[in-house]
């Protein structure tokens, strides 16, 4: 057997046993460089082997239900409607945003048209994959899409040409939707495309912002795309349990409470 495959069976069997695995913890079972690491972990997931996650890897669990953009636009709407205009409050003139998919997201494009339209706000350009976010923000400001495929469930567009374009841009903020905050785990979608757009976003982003009703706390979702004090805030509503604002503060999570 190659040594290659010999790492992946070792690696599997304990990704198997483990459910998750830290870089470092690769690189100690297979008693290899960090980038080698690296390497042979893109390698694994591009055969569907395994995902990557911040700062190491999962197991590939059995499907988890798939978010669906009209199944969740109307749950907690008061809420998203204080988190949107929260947000949209956040945003400068000059500033270059990119806004991710989402029902929350499309609350925060509409406070942000009407800051638009009184003249409150200008010289903002919007980068979005999100179809709802660039219908409602078109008329009053710059609106590019990266293009992409479809996802009419997500009403968004997505795939390897919407992060290739994405890699040619840079933000200033970034305001992306999540289905589950959690403490350990951090921001977690249910789809790997979604969650692939979004470290990608990360990456070419000065700052970004998470938009999350408070029913989305300490929930669990498939796959995880940043841990939350890496956000410049998370944007909830006053529901918030004070216990879990006191939790996620106490990691160094800046909560601003719309």
């Given at each position: 057997?190659?040594?290659?495959?010999?790492?992946?069976?070792?690696?599997?069997?304990?990704?198997?046993?483990?459910?998750?695995?830290?870089l470092r913890q690769v690189?100690?079972?297979?008693?290899?460089?960090?980038?080698?690491?690296?390497?042979?972990?893109?390698?694994?997931?591009?055969?569907?082997?395994?995902?990557?996650?911040?700062?190491?890897?999962?197991?590939?669990?059995?499907?988890?239900?798939?978010?669906?953009?009209?199944?969740?636009?109307?749950?907690?709407?008061?809420?998203?409607?204080?988190?949107?205009?929260y947000a949209a409050n956040?945003?400068?003139?000059?500033?270059?945003?990119?806004?991710?998919g989402g029902s929350t997201?499309?609350?925060?494009?509409?406070?942000?048209?009407?800051?638009?339209?009184?003249?409150?706000?200008?010289?903002?350009?919007?980068?979005?994959?999100?179809?709802?976010?660039?219908?409602?923000?078109?008329?009053?400001?710059?609106?590019?899409?990266?293009?992409?495929?479809?996802?009419?469930?997500?009403?968004?567009?997505?795939?390897?040409?919407?992060?290739?374009?994405?890699?040619?841009?840079?933000?200033?903020?970034?305001?992306?939707?999540?289905?589950?905050?959690?403490?350990?785990?951090?921001?977690?979608?249910?789809?790997?495309?979604?969650?692939?757009?979004?470290?990608?976003?990360?990456?070419?982003?000065?700052?970004?912002?998470?938009?999350?009703?408070?029913?989305?706390?300490?929930?669990?979702?498939?796959?995880?795309?940043?841990?939350?004090?890496?956000?410049?805030?998370?944007?909830?509503?006053?529901?918030?349990?004070?216990?879990?604002?006191?939790?996620?503060?106490?990691?160094?999570?800046?909560?601003?409470?719309?």
């Amino acid at each position: 057997m190659k040594k290659w495959e010999q790492r992946r069976t070792l690696l599997l069997n304990e990704l198997a046993k483990e459910g998750k695995m830290s870089l470092r913890q690769v690189q100690d079972l297979l008693n290899i460089s960090e980038s080698t690491a690296r390497r042979f972990i893109i390698e694994l997931e591009q055969d569907h082997c395994l995902l990557r996650r911040f700062g190491g890897i999962q197991k590939i669990e059995p499907a988890s239900p798939k978010y669906s953009y009209e199944e969740t636009q109307d749950r907690h709407a008061d809420e998203k409607k204080q988190i949107g205009i929260y947000a949209a409050n956040l945003v400068e003139n000059g500033d270059v945003l990119f806004l991710s998919g989402g029902s929350t997201i499309k609350y925060m494009a509409l406070a942000l048209s009407r800051r638009l339209e009184t003249g409150d706000l200008t010289s903002v350009s919007v980068i979005t994959n999100s179809l709802v976010s660039a219908e409602v923000l078109y008329k009053y400001t710059d609106v590019i899409m990266p293009g992409g495929i479809y996802r009419e469930s997500l009403q968004v567009l997505d795939g390897s040409l919407t992060e290739k374009n994405l890699r040619s841009m840079c933000f200033t903020k970034a305001f992306l939707g999540v289905v589950a905050v959690n403490e350990t785990e951090g921001f977690m979608t249910s789809d790997i495309a979604t969650n692939s757009i979004h470290e990608v976003v990360l990456s070419k982003a000065a700052s970004f912002y998470v938009l999350a009703d408070s029913s989305k706390f300490n929930k669990h979702s498939f796959i995880s795309y940043a841990p939350v004090k890496d956000a410049a805030a998370i944007i909830t509503d006053k529901a918030l349990p004070p216990v879990l604002q006191e939790t996620f503060t106490a990691q160094g999570t800046t909560l601003y409470l719309a």
